[in-house]
């Protein structure tokens, strides 16, 4: 037993073995990801590629996207920030996108369809881009679940005009998003850097991360005295600031993407991604990601397998799928929440909050997900005692809500 909770990182966080393959000189040749869909720009988060892929497409005010109903509200800021309106389309059961419903939606004034591949899972991606290139619509590839993998034997955001990524949700990175496009050059978008202190910002963030998490313990020591003056410098530099201008420095250095809210900051529309996270997303072994995200979310699975008030979101893991997340359906999803969460499991409930006004009557199926998913990391920074550690309180979860029902 152990004597005290382990803190689970919720996301990747880097590691020794960040670096090195599970099958180590045998590694095979690199898994497909969204980066091999098309032309490639590496912004600050995903949210930000979204800005610019609704850009590039011309967007004009008066102009409708439609948006799934079933989504994280960081995805509609961009709209309004071209001028757009986003008219929100429903969704089956499945999280599928429910094209009959897009249909109706369509009116004389929609440019573009966003569509997400939830959880790595690829949506039918040739019926939808037939039905788009049928109807003059320009198609937006949501892969911020849904780095890595393929759909009809083509990487994973080869389907839409544009494809976007959030990169930080599947490296142990502080920031990081993708635009890519199969079909459109990106020449005319020329990124700026962030400038130092969001460089610095970039790196120390992802090593304190690290260390808050038992990773790296030699980087930490060695780490410890010139991270003690940053911390001094840092809290002086701090205190002359909010004596000046109020504001926090904190969100004058990095994008507040990166601290898991869903605000949207226009200035950083145009700028790199720190160069911290492209040298750990160029050195990170995409086979390790790959095959330690499947296996974990198979623990996952099995450990849940047979267990009364629940089924996966997802009846099968296919070959190629690269999950971001265990996405589990529960019965009585808010009992074993907050025992869970009690616990310390770190837990999602992805779209749980969504834009206003978009309720159950807007889609029923996205009000159901939202309330009844709850997702699992499973991650390849989990090591083995954290996973089945999960696993364990997850079954324990779902065998006492059993008893008591
Ligand atoms: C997280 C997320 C985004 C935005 O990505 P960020 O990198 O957080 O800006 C877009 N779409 C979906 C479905 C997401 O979950």
Redesign the pocket.
């Given at each position: 037993m152990r004597a005290h909770r382990p803190s689970l990182p919720i996301a990747p966080v880097l590691s020794r073995a960040s670096f090195s393959g599970p099958q180590g000189r045998h590694a095979a040749a690199r898994p497909p990801s969204v980066l091999d869909a098309g032309q490639v720009r590496m912004v600050t988060?995903?949210?930000v590629a979204i800005a610019l892929a609704l850009r590039q497409m011309g967007l004009q005010p008066g102009d409708e996207v439609l948006v799934p109903a079933y989504?994280?509200p960081?995805?509609v800021p961009p709209v309004l920030w071209c001028g757009a309106t986003p008219v929100f389309y429903r969704v089956g059961a499945d999280a599928s996108v429910d094209l009959d419903d897009v249909a109706a939606k369509l009116g004389p004034a929609t440019r573009a369809l966003m569509v997400?591949n939830y959880f790595g899972f690829p949506q039918a991606l040739q019926t939808i881009r037939a039905f788009c290139d049928a109807r003059g619509l320009q198609l937006l590839e949501?892969c911020?679940?849904c780095f890595f993998g393929q759909y009809r034997g083509k990487p994973v955001g080869s389907w839409g005009d544009y494809a976007i990524a959030?990169s930080?949700?599947f490296f142990p990175t502080y920031e990081g998003?993708a635009l890519v496009s199969a079909r459109h050059r990106l020449d005319a978008i020329v990124l700026q850097p962030g400038g130092l202190g969001f460089e610095a910002k970039a790196a120390l963030a992802t090593l304190e991360n690290s260390f808050a998490h038992g990773r790296l313990p030699v980087v930490r020591a060695l780490l410890r005295l010139p991270l003690g003056l940053k911390d001094m410098a840092w809290r002086a530099l701090k205190a002359r600031h909010n004596a000046g201008a109020g504001a926090s420095i904190k969100t004058s250095l990095a994008p507040a993407?990166s601290d898991s809210g869903f605000d949207f900051e226009p200035r950083w529309v145009d700028k790199r991604s720190a160069w911290f996270s492209r040298v750990i997303m160029k050195l990170a072994s995409t086979r390790r990601i790959c095959t330690l995200r499947r296996r974990h979310y198979l623990v996952l699975e099995d450990a849940t397998r047979g267990l009364p008030g629940c089924r996966p979101l997802f009846p099968t893991l296919p070959e190629g799928v690269v999950p971001w997340q265990f996405p589990l359906l529960l019965d009585d999803p808010e009992s074993i929440f907050e025992r869970l969460h009690a616990a310390g499991v770190p837990l999602v409930r992805?779209a749980h909050a969504r834009w206003p006004g978009v309720d159950a009557a807007t889609c029923a199926n996205g009000a159901m997900l939202a309330q009844r998913v709850i997702a699992f990391p499973c991650h390849q920074e989990l090591n083995p005692d954290e996973l089945a550690w999960m696993a364990d309180q997850l079954q324990q979860a779902l065998l006492a809500q059993a008893v008591a029902a």
């Open positions: 988060s995903g949210r989504h994280s960081s995805m997400t949501d911020a679940h959030s930080m949700k998003g993407s992805f």
